[in-house]
């Protein structure tokens, strides 16, 4: 009595998903489509991925067994290391899959949309390794806050938009790609950044990153005997949550939570917390839950994550929550610091501030877990990305950056 | 007057009909109603209301602009309804374009009740194709709003087929791929695409849109369309104009100028 697979032949997860989006698009949607499920069953597609998976990103990444930190939180935590991959984070399986298709549609050129930059880096660099021309927009907000990330992108050869309508962040970054797909459509295909967006993409790039959790499971099973009791993960878009909770989707006895980023706290009304703070709408080519006033406008995300940092997120993830299967909360910008500093600490590791999200979040449910089953609950953390990226929005939120530039120039006299 | 019956009496007078958009509440409500008169006035047979929306995606520069001004000025979905109002009363032929989101959180049957009650008679959905419109199909034809669905170069004749299906009034054809805004010259592709429109549907009018922005260029189109749609560059009129007076004699002039060219010889 299994489920019928999903999506549905025209991206529908239940009520959720499908195809929001301009006519001039689904020509290009059709053929993404066509390209996807033939290099689905193309042993030579799928052997060149692993390939790059393998030999290129440092895929598998580790199953790791953070023995000083399950102390503190009174749990098991197993760290899948995404933030040990090429480019430090999981989105690297998905640029890679992408850009294959790309190639494999005689697609000379690539667009993203990156918030933080991590998306435009990793396209830019899957660009780079299999010669695409590549434009990344980005919002005008983004690239002040992220010089770093935008110097990234130039130096792989990516050509960076500052994107200056809207609110001049993700959401605009976003836009603006489509509009230059719908002009540019022959030649280029959009690498989208997350489990989101029009059919195919959300499961498209589930697919693409869904080797977390099919790594994660078998090593699971490996290292410990059984399967764990929860999985979480972080969720903006939702694209790091999808690929590690769909293996394990059919295993009843495995928890699934996504946690998203609350900000100040849903009630403040300051969050981007789609899911737990939003409603049911249509945003950026699908049905979901998004952040949106009464008269269906959207409403800027807020976060200390720039990655979580979106109003809308994946088709997949409304379903699973509307299902029950999974369970989503909000996690506030003070309580993933806090566990940003305790993975710091504990550890040795510095999490981006999206995976801090997650962590906080498995710290919460630990003791929820530990009541409900009597015993110390293994719970599996997707450690979607490194933390180097945020360590001057660290820096500034703990208030230790004074100390730097006191001390720094103090060496050179 | 009905969409069927504006091109209709066009087609009698051997000419396109003329539409122009102008989004709601942009720069305010009251001016918007202003201007959307003084087009009718000037010669826009058919005004399109277009409902501002945070995230335009088939919109150039221009459109976006004006939307962000309207939406910073605090213009509502119930205002959009007030001025459509407004402006039918007027004796305008009025059709409301929108994303397709703030229908959706309106309610889909309030919504169709509510545009037809305001005197709207038709829909233009930039985002919401055939394919995900089961509801919408049913809310029009319950409160009897006609559905302008686009198609783009693009289009396979299938999707040619399956969209002129469930349109009724007019179609809404793509001039080229890309977003809204005046262009220098019209698209090649435009006359292909209504030719392809017509092999399969001789009798629904098409309208054809994007890039159109002077009476030479609305006279070239409309040598081949029923319909000639032009927006942004009725938007920069009064986006561009040092004062109010001027923005509104400038909207004025290329209406004259736009309904003129619907009616060169063809």
Redesign the interface.
């Known amino acids: 009595m299994s489920a019928p697979a999903l999506p549905d032949l ?1 991206g529908h997860f239940g009520r959720y998903g ?7 698009l ?3 949607l059709d053929e993404l489509d066509a390209a996807y499920r033939s290099a689905k069953r193309d042993p030579e597609f799928q052997a060149r991925f692993q390939d790059l998976l393998l030999n290129y990103a440092g895929v598998p990444s580790l199953l790791y067994r953070a023995t000083r930190l399950s102390e503190k939180l009174g749990a098991e935590i197993l760290l899948k290391r995404e933030d040990l991959n090429h480019t430090g984070a999981h989105k690297v399986r998905n640029v890679l899959g992408q850009a294959l298709l790309a190639k494999r549609m005689g697609k000379p050129r690539v667009i993203a949309e990156t918030g933080a930059g991590q998306h435009g880096v990793a396209s830019a660099t899957a660009a780079a390794l299999l010669d695409l021309e590549c434009v990344v927009y980005m919002g005008e907000m983004d690239t002040e806050r992220q010089a770093l990330n935008v110097a990234r992108m130039r130096m792989l050869g990516a050509t960076v938009v500052p994107v200056t ?2 609110s001049r962040t993700l ?2 970054a976003l ?1 603006e790609a ?2 230059d797909w ?5 030649t280029t295909h959009y690498l989208l950044g997350t489990a989101a967006g029009p059919h195919p993409f959300p499961e498209l790039v589930r697919d693409f990153v869904g080797g977390i959790g099919v790594e994660a499971r078998a090593q699971c099973l490996e290292q410990i005997g059984r399967l764990p009791d929860a999985v979480a993960a972080c969720v903006g878009g939702g694209s790091n949550a999808i690929g590690i909770f769909h293996a394990f989707v059919p295993d009843e006895g495995v928890r699934l939570y996504g946690f998203e980023a609350g900000g100040d706290g849903v009630e403040t009304g300051r969050h981007a917390a789609s899911i737990t703070g939003g409603s049911v ?5 699908n049905r979901t839950y998004l952040l ?1 006033d ?5 409403i800027e995300s807020h976060s200390i994550s720039a990655g979580l940092d979106y109003p809308g997120v994946g088709p997949e993830h409304a379903w699973l929550h509307d299902t029950g299967r999974a369970v989503y909360e909000p996690v506030t910008d003070a309580e993933a610091m806090s566990a940003f500093t305790l993975l710091c600490r504990t550890e040795g590791i510095i999490p981006a501030i999206e995976s801090a999200h997650a962590l906080a979040g498995a710290a919460k449910i630990a003791l929820r877990l530990r009541e409900e089953l009597g015993r110390t609950p293994t719970i599996v953390v997707n450690l979607s990305g490194r933390g180097d990226k945020d360590v001057h929005t660290a820096g500034a939120y703990f208030g230790i950056l004074d100390e730097v530039e006191k001390v720094v120039p103090g060496e050179n006299t | 007057m009905s969409i069927a019956e504006t091109f209709a009496k066009a087609k009698a007078e051997n000419r396109s009909v003329l539409v122009g958009c102008m989004p709601a509440g942009f720069p305010t409500v009251d001016h918007s109603i202003e201007q959307m008169i003084a087009m009718h006035e000037a010669g826009c047979d058919v005004i399109e209301v277009e409902l501002p929306y945070s995230d335009p995606v088939m919109d150039g520069p221009v459109i976006q602009k004006a939307s962000d001004i309207a939406l910073a000025n605090g213009v509502r979905t119930k205002d959009t309804l007030k001025i459509i109002d407004a402006v039918s009363s007027a004796g305008a032929t009025v059709v409301l374009m929108t994303y397709w989101n703030p229908i959706e959180k309106y309610g889909v049957d309030a919504f169709a009740r509510d545009l037809a009650a305001a005197g709207a008679t038709g829909l233009i959905t930039p985002d919401l194709i055939p394919d995900e419109a089961a509801e919408w199909i049913a809310a029009s034809d319950a409160h009897r709003i006609d559905r302008t669905f686009l198609l783009a170069p693009s289009s396979t004749d299938e999707r040619i087929r399956m969209t002129l299906e469930n349109c009724r009034g007019f179609v809404y054809a793509t001039a080229l791929m890309g977003v809204t805004g005046a262009r220098t010259s019209v698209s090649s592709q435009a006359p292909e695409l209504v030719a392809r429109i017509r092999a399969i549907d001789p009798e629904l009018p098409v309208g054809v849109g994007l890039g159109v922005g002077n009476g030479r260029q609305a006279a070239e189109v409309a040598a081949f369309a029923d319909g000639v749609i032009v927006g942004s560059a009725l938007i920069r009129c009064v986006l561009e104009a040092p004062d109010r007076a001027a923005g509104l004699g400038n909207l004025r002039a290329l209406s004259a100028e736009l309904a003129e060219g619907v009616r060169t010889p063809r």
């Open positions: 025209a499908g195809r929001f989006v301009p006519e001039a689904i020509k290009a309508n809207g959401k605009d836009n489509l509009r719908v002009t540019t459509v022959d709408g249509v945003l950026h080519g949106q009464d008269d269906g406008q959207t």
